[in-house]
Structure formats: C-alpha cells, structure tokens
C-alpha cells in the first residue's frame, strides 16, 4: 500500500493513495493538494509480504516560489513494472491569482 502524510481536519494523517492487493496494471491515481509551508512529500510504502515499511521523502524544490498556500499540485502515481512506481508531480499554479509554471517532474521508486 502506499499513503501520503498529509495535514487534514486539524491533524497529521495518512491518505491511503494504493491500496495494498491492488494489481499493479491497474493503477493510475491522481490527487491534488496545497502545500502549507511543506518542502518535501512523504510517500509511505508498506510491503504487507515482507512487513516492511518504507518512508520516501520527495523534495518541491525547483518549483516556483510564491506566497504560502498559493501552490496547488496534482500528485500521481502510476506503476512501470510490479516492482517500480513511477511519481508525477505537476505545479497547477493557484487561479488567477498565481499561474501555472506548468513545471512537471517525475521519479521511479523502487519497490
């Protein structure tokens, strides 16, 4: 399974993004959120065969720099192969008030 930490409803949580049995062919998840001060993503990846859990921390650097809470990105996560998840991140800007970069990066994990 994999899950992003995220602050939501006043408290540090989980979002559940993949759930774990899911086959890889069939995964193609997006969600979008606004940073709020953050400089990096944590993905938590938890192999339930071999019970490990693994923590990746995904920097937003490179990205443009604007006032806090006026960024909007749109995270996705697609699968290469069973073992490699490939990462999208994508600067949608904020409105009019910010545009968009239209700045995209991508990273493979390994599994």
């Known amino acids: ?3 992003l930490r995220v602050y939501c409803d006043a408290k540090m949580q989980e979002v ?3 759930k774990a049995g899911v086959p890889w ?8 959120f606004i940073p709020d ?3 990096e993503l944590q993905l938590t990846i938890q192999n ?3 019970r490990e859990t693994t923590v990746h921390l995904l920097s937003l650097e ?5 006032p806090n809470k006026m960024t909007r990105f749109t ?7 069973a073992s490699h ?3 999208t991140l994508k600067d949608d800007g904020f409105g009019e008030f910010c545009p968009s970069s239209n700045r995209i990066w991508e990273r493979y994990l390994s599994l």
Do not use: M, T
């Not at 062919?25 to 979008?32: F, G, I, L, N, R």
């Not at 490179?62 to 604007?66: A, I, K, L, S, V």
């Open 48 to 50: 339930v065969l071999r």
């Open 85 to 87: 998840c490939i990462v």
């Open 16 to 18: 559940l993004l993949v």
């Open 75 to 81: 995270l996705r996560l697609r699968f290469a192969d």
């Open 1 to 3: 399974s994999i899950s």
């Open 37 to 39: 001060g953050e400089e």
């Open 25 to 32: 062919k069939d995964v193609d998840v997006s969600v979008d």
């Open 62 to 66: 490179g990205f443009d720099e604007r």
